[in-house]
């Protein structure tokens, strides 16, 4: 387990940002062409190197744009590779049934905080990685000791090739390398908190392991409801279109959009950053990024996005066309074993109704939270509001005062 300290300045961070810009990002096939041309005109002493990557990232990459965008944190932070081993303890398969015996490990982020608070543990959705919740890592520092982790095959942590071939054996990779990073970490018992992606797996962990897990806040968890259980009319007249058909053949060949975005090579980062500017710019459903915070996001999205191929993959095991999944929480709920709040945006698109149906049949308290101005990443859409969903949620660890940390204005819990 390595870690290190890192802090940036906000002109170190400018510099570093046009650098990255300029070198990666705005490289065009006649600049390429160009400088190829250059190279070949050289002595013949030299080997005539091609100047662009095709896909500019790598885990290195990765790092240094966290580190960019997280210098947006004002509390300081250590940032670790985890080392989880060569795959769960006990089982002849090593992660992802990789032929290697090289141990990987979970990029992980821990933020200072003070003596004695209750631990949350921050677990980011598909296509994401830890950097994304920037936006709230300072206020919730002030009342937890926050970690932040990337899954395994995602973010800054080992990307192993994916050979997983079934729902069970894809779910078992990703919770038992929780598992595997908890006990790495120490960690006895602490809050769970997953966003999309990450709280189905989140949910899925809290059943096998609920002595692990204090209390469980699911943060517009995919994976509630199947197919048959959501009776999709649209869905189904879509698959019968030559469009639908088409679309469900790439899903099940687990064709996933990052495939796109590497096909893409130098275009892909104008790509991202388009998405980036509309979703959280003129398309906003809350607080629009600043040009700073759309800036480093962006360069962190990319990397993210166009790096090895590991994680994503996962999809097609996880869910079925339309993003429904092929074991949903729902036919579960009556196991649960951990006090939960869902939060979820009014926008979001995740249908909040899977909560409503699962908590009919729990036995431990749950709660649901919507916080207005906010879509599916609530957390970046309305951070003051999401918070206050947090803190409410957890205000038995935080207080002895049950009428402590009410909810903000307009977010709801119902």
Not at 26 to 33: E, R
Not at 149 to 169: A, H, M, N, V, Y
Not at 293 to 306: C, G, K, P, V
Not at 328 to 347: A, D, H, M, N
Request: net charge positive; hydrophobic share 40%; glycine share 6%.
């Amino acid at each position: 387990m390595c870690s290190s300290k890192f802090r940036l300045s906000r002109r170190s961070i400018s510099t570093l940002t046009a650098k990255t810009m300029a070198e990666e990002f705005n490289s065009s096939p006649a600049a390429a062409a160009t400088a190829t041309a250059t190279a070949s005109s050289t002595s013949k002493t030299k080997k005539s190197i091609w100047p662009l990557r095709w896909i500019p990232s790598s885990t290195d990459h990765i790092i240094a744009a966290e580190k960019r965008l997280l210098s947006l944190v004002k509390t300081s932070y250590t940032q670790e590779k985890v080392d989880i081993g060569t795959g769960p303890p006990g089982s002849k398969l090593r992660w992802f049934r990789s032929a290697s015996n090289e141990s990987r490990f979970i990029n992980t982020v821990t933020f200072d905080s003070k003596e004695d608070s209750p631990t949350l543990v921050m677990v980011h959705g598909y296509a994401a990685a830890q950097g994304f919740f920037f936006r709230n890592f300072d206020a919730l520092t002030k009342h937890f000791r926050v970690i932040a982790i990337d899954q395994l095959g995602w973010g800054g942590s080992s990307r192993p090739d994916f050979t997983c071939k079934s729902t069970e054996e894809t779910e078992a990779w990703f919770i038992d390398s929780l598992e595997e990073w908890r006990k790495a970490k120490n960690l006895d018992k602490f809050v769970l908190l997953g966003h999309s992606f990450g709280g189905y797996i989140a949910a899925k962990y809290a059943l096998k392991h609920p002595e692990r897990v204090q209390h469980l806040i699911l943060v517009g968890p995919a994976g509630f409801t199947s197919e048959t259980e959501h009776k999709s009319e649209w869905l189904t007249k879509f698959r019968s279109t030559w469009k639908g058909a088409v679309m469900n053949h790439l899903w099940e060949s687990n064709f996933t959009p990052m495939k796109v975005l590497r096909g893409l090579g130098p275009w892909g980062p104008n790509l991202v950053r388009r998405y980036t500017s509309a979703r959280f710019g003129e398309y906003s459903t809350g607080d629009m990024l600043t040009g700073e915070e759309s800036s480093l996001l962006t360069d962190y999205i990319y990397h993210t996005l166009a790096a090895k191929a590991s994680g994503e993959l996962c999809l097609k095991y996880i869910f079925s066309f339309g993003a429904f999944a092929r074991s949903p929480l729902l036919q579960r709920s009556s196991e649960w074993k951990v006090p939960t709040t869902f939060i979820y945006g009014v926008e979001d698109w995740m249908n909040y109704e899977g909560a409503v149906g699962a908590r009919k049949n729990m036995s431990v308290p749950c709660d649901i939270i919507r916080v207005p101005k906010a879509g599916h990443f609530v957390f970046l859409d309305n951070a003051n509001g999401f918070h206050s969903a947090v803190l409410h949620a957890c205000r038995r660890f935080l207080s002895s005062d049950p009428n402590s940390y009410p909810l903000a204005e307009g977010v709801v819990s119902i």
